[in-house]
Structure formats: structure tokens, C-alpha cells
């Protein structure tokens, strides 16, 4: 084998609850939406400025109304109040102002935290945009299958002026022997439910895709339909663009702290009557240091790889009862590499985004000729998080002989670029947590996706504002998906996904 390593670029692209629980399903949504939009005008009184009149407000067109100074006002300052506090603004925080707004103009006023308006650390630009519906839990076929139409349809959601560049070439996944089963189990229930795609013998994988080397190989599933990848970046900006056309507000600033509210008609397990404190509002670093305050009946935590850290802001996992299991959400650095055939000979354009039995990936990367690719660190090579360096040490070690030996023609590549970004991971069992905390009954958590989060954030933000508009879920069914199976120790395994 000959490596080049070329021009470095490493730019950073439980049961003891179970009736607390069980009370807490039918979380007091009807008495939540009581505090939000359905009272307009009391709504209007915090946020009209001081002097605030019907003439004022014409001023400088006799024909606008209140109703649209309104919306101008609340796009241009700062929302000391709001009904929804969204706190993260990528992806799926996004996704969820998208939907809340779309669904409800004027009746929601919705406020989205986001730390840095440039996206540069964030996991939605830096992942790699990948669309499969090859899992093997019901629920995030589902909304895989819901990402592809949404993806299919973006100028009808996010408008003629979005492109979310989709590459329709598919996924192949590869199994061993000992995965082969798994494998064909998983594309009968992915079939079932809507997904196209096909299973490929050794032989069938060869004659189908030349380049490959199918020693070890036992058997491929080749995705013929609504799988490839897109731009993340496209859909993130369409998504936030969208929001904000629609009246959503963003905020660029830190979230600091919570703040607290005694509520003593409130009972919870493990707090001692009349001592329940419930959250009312969010402290934030402004970006020129003040802190300021806003005021909130609902907040949803969607912060990505901060989501632990903004969890415990709450007490959740420092506190008593339930407040003492945290949220399992943490940031895990992984990283992609960009790089070239130096002979020019490797797989075609229209080669699927492939992924062998150790969870090696590769991809083509535009029309240039080059490839893209990576891996999953073992949990004893977990790197540090500190940074957003490269290693390119790991793809040496461990990347490419994976990547050699199933292409041959990758035996001899030059380096051409490198990234990092950080997974929203989540501990307990690498899956999306969807729903209201069990505890506060005006939180709400929509994080942990573990690498699967951009293309799932069309389907998770539509079941935020389910949840919060209609009480409950109306499309895909996320119950599993909800804090209640950590407090209980029920996790939700992949079995043979990366």
C-alpha cells in the first residue's frame, strides 16, 4: 500500500418511578396551552412597547395594521417573553420552529437560542448528510421514510429558492456471515414499511459492483430508493430562513442557567410536599457579554452535543427523584476524511454510500473524483473533545486498511482534505430522546440522534409541535423514543446499524 497524506486540512467542519411515570403520560398539555397562545391579546401587552398605539403603529403606512407591526416588532428586538423557548438552533432545533410556525403563525410566539449564528461548530454542518431508512427499529424508518419525502418535496416546505443538492445513489450496507441474518430481517421490516431495496449475495455484490472485494462478505443491502445524501448546511438554512419568514425569532446567545418557581400545589416522586420547583425562564450570554432574561411557558431542549450540559442547567441528574437520572447526552468527536484515487481508478459516480461490516464508510464527494470517509473510534479510542483537531493518525491505523482491502483501488490515495465535528451521543443506547421530561411538565427534549439526527430532523420537528400543539404525536408514534425508557431501563438498540 502507498499513502500520500498530501495537504493536511484540518479545518472543523427504575421501576421505583413507575407511577410517577404513568401519571406523568398524560402531561397537562391543555393547561400548558392555556399559558400560550391562545390568549393573544395578553400576549401583545409584554411585548407592544411602552406608548404603543394603533396611530403609532401607522405612522409610516396608514395601512398596516397592528397585527403586522406586531410581527415586525417581535423580529426586530429582544423577547424578554415567550410561549416557546427552543434552546439550540441547528438542525432539529430549526426543524422545530419550522413546524411550530408553519402550523401556528400568530398564536405562538417562538424564540430560538442559538450560541453561534455561524454554525461553525455544529454537528448539522459538519456531519457528512447522509438519508437511509436501513435501521431496525420501527420508529426511525418511519421518520427516515418521512425525511425522503420531505427532502423529495423541499421547495414545496422551504421554497423554490432552496436546493437541498440530493444525491439519489443509495446505501450499502455489508455483513459477515454473522450479520447476515440480521441483515435480511432488517430489509423485510424496512420493505414493509415503505423502503426499496434489495439483498445481494457475494457473487451478486461483485458482478453489481466491480471494484469491490468481497472476501468476508456475506451478503449487501443495496437502498434502491429514497436513500443517498444531501447538503445539511442547504437544509438547516431553509429550515431557520423559513421559521423566521414565518415569525420565529432567533437569539444569538449562550444559555447560562434556568430559572426556578415554586410551585407548591405541585406534587413529584422523591420531593417533599409543597417543595416542587418548576423552570420559568432562561438566562443567556449575549454575545457582548450582557445577560439578559426570557420568560417562557415551554422550553425544549434541541442543543445537539450540549444537551447533557443544558439538562443539568435544570437539575436533571443533579437533583432528587426523578431529577436524579440525567440526560445521557454527550459530545463524541468523530471525524471525516476527504481523499483521491491517486490512479484515478476507483468506484464511480454513481457508487452507493457504502459501509462495511466494521462500520467503515465511504462515499464519492462531487464529480472531481474525490471520496470521503470514516469510522467510529471503539469506545477505548474515544479522542478528546476539547478541540476539533484531526488525527489523522486514526485514518491511517484504522480507516484506511478497511477502506484498501474492501477497494483495492484505495490501496494507493492522497489525502486532500480532513474535518471534525461532534455527535449528539447519546450513552444509554444511541437514540434519539423525544418527548416531555417526566419531571417539569413544561419541558421538552428532542436530541441524543447519535449521527442519525440531520436526516430524521424534518420527522422529529413535526412531532415537537404535534406534542405541543395537538398534546400528543399525530404522525410517527415516538412514545418509545421518550425519557420514560432511561427512568425505566428499557433501551432502544440498533441491531446491525451503524
Known amino acids: 500500500m502507498s499513502y500520500n497524506s498530501g495537504n493536511k486540512d484540518n479545518s472543523s467542519k427504575s421501576s421505583d418511578f413507575s407511577d410517577q411515570v404513568e401519571a406523568n403520560k398524560d402531561n397537562p398539555i391543555s393547561r400548558t396551552l392555556k399559558l400560550i397562545g391562545n390568549d393573544v391579546q395578553r400576549v401583545k401587552k409584554f411585548i407592544l412597547p411602552k406608548g404603543f398605539t394603533k396611530q403609532s403603529a401607522t405612522k409610516d403606512s396608514a395601512s398596516e395594521s397592528v397585527e403586522n407591526y406586531l410581527q415586525r416588532y417581535r423580529r426586530d428586538d429582544f423577547q424578554t417573553h415567550c410561549d416557546v423557548l427552543v434552546i439550540g438552533g441547528g438542525g432539529v432545533g430549526s426543524s422545530i420552529a419550522y413546524w411550530l410556525k408553519k402550523r401556528a403563525r400568530e398564536g405562538l410566539n417562538v424564540v430560538v437560542m442559538e450560541k453561534d449564528s455561524t454554525y461553525a461548530q455544529a454537528s448539522t454542518c459538519l456531519s457528512v448528510g447522509g438519508l437511509r431508512q436501513q435501521f431496525s427499529i420501527v420508529e426511525n424508518i418511519q421518520m427516515s421514510l418521512f425525511g425522503a419525502d420531505f427532502m423529495r418535496n423541499s421547495k414545496d416546505y422551504l421554497g423554490e429558492d432552496v436546493d437541498l443538492n440530493f444525491t439519489p445513489h443509495g446505501y450499502l450496507l455489508l455483513a459477515s456471515e454473522a450479520g447476515a441474518e440480521q441483515l435480511e430481517q432488517n430489509s423485510k421490516l424496512q420493505c414493509a414499511l415503505g423502503a426499496k431495496n434489495e439483498l445481494l449475495t457475494a457473487s451478486r455484490l461483485k458482478q453489481r459492483f466491480p471494484w469491490m472485494n468481497t472476501e468476508g462478505i456475506a451478503l449487501g ?278
Open 221 to 498: 443491502c443495496h437502498g434502491l430508493e429514497k436513500e443517498g445524501w444531501f447538503d445539511p448546511w442547504a437544509l438547516l438554512s431553509g429550515f431557520r430562513k423559513r421559521a423566521i419568514e414565518y415569525g420565529a425569532h432567533y437569539v444569538e446567545g449562550e444559555m447560562v442557567g434556568f430559572g426556578f418557581q415554586q410551585q407548591p400545589d405541585m406534587l413529584a416522586e422523591g420531593i417533599e410536599e409543597g417543595a416542587y420547583e418548576g423552570i420559568n425562564r432562561a438566562f443567556v450570554k449575549m454575545k457582548d457579554g450582557e445577560m439578559r432574561e426570557i420568560k417562557f411557558a415551554i422550553a425544549i431542549i434541541a442543543a445537539g452535543a450540549q444537551s447533557g450540559a443544558i439538562a443539568r442547567m435544570a437539575r436533571i441528574g443533579t437533583g432528587k427523584g426523578m431529577l436524579s437520572i440525567p440526560l445521557p447526552v454527550e459530545p463524541r468527536k468523530r471525524y471525516v476524511y476527504v481523499f483521491q484515487c491517486e490512479n484515478d481508478q476507483g468506484p464511480g459516480i454513481n457508487t452507493p454510500l457504502t459501509i462495511d461490516p466494521s462500520g467503515t464508510y465511504f462515499r464519492r464527494d462531487g464529480l472531481g473524483g474525490n471520496y470521503l470517509g470514516g469510522k467510529s473510534p471503539l469506545p477505548e479510542e474515544e479522542p478528546a473533545i476539547d478541540n476539533l483537531d484531526v488525527d489523522h493518525g486514526f485514518f491511517e491505523r484504522t480507516v484506511w486498511p478497511n477502506l484498501a482491502h474492501l477497494v483495492p483501488s484505495f490501496e494507493a490515495i492522497k489525502m486532500k482534505s480532513s474535518w471534525a465535528g461532534y455527535y449528539e451521543f447519546n450513552t444509554f443506547d444511541e437514540n434519539g430522546i423525544v418527548g416531555p421530561h417526566p419531571y417539569y411538565n413544561n419541558l421538552y427534549i428532542a436530541t441524543g440522534f447519535s449521527g442519525h439526527g440531520i436526516q430524521q430532523t424534518p420527522a422529529v420537528g413535526r412531532a415537537v409541535s404535534e406534542m405541543i400543539i395537538d398534546g400528543g404525536f399525530r404522525s410517527v408514534d415516538l412514545t418509545r423514543f421518550g425519557f420514560d425508557r432511561i427512568i425505566v431501563d428499557q433501551p432502544m438498540y440498533e441491531a446491525n446499524i451503524f
